[in-house]
C-alpha cells in the first residue's frame, strides 16, 4: 500500500503507470477519500 497525500490525480496515475511497469501488472488500484490531517497535541498543550 502507498498512501499519498496533498496531490493531485494527474500525478497519482502518473505514479500508477510507474507501478504497473515495474511490478508487470495489468492495473492498480487507486482508491481516493476525502480526508482531513492535522497534528494533535492535546487540549492542553502549548
Known sequence: M???SDT???K???AADE???AF???S????ANPTQTEFY???NAQ
Do not use: P
Open 41 to 43: 497535541s492535546g487540549a
Open 8 to 10: 493531485t490525480l494527474d
Open 19 to 21: 507501478l504497473v511497469e
Open 24 to 26: 508487470n501488472q495489468s
Open 2 to 4: 502507498i498512501y499519498l
Open 28 to 31: 492498480v488500484l487507486i482508491q
Open 12 to 14: 497519482v496515475h502518473a
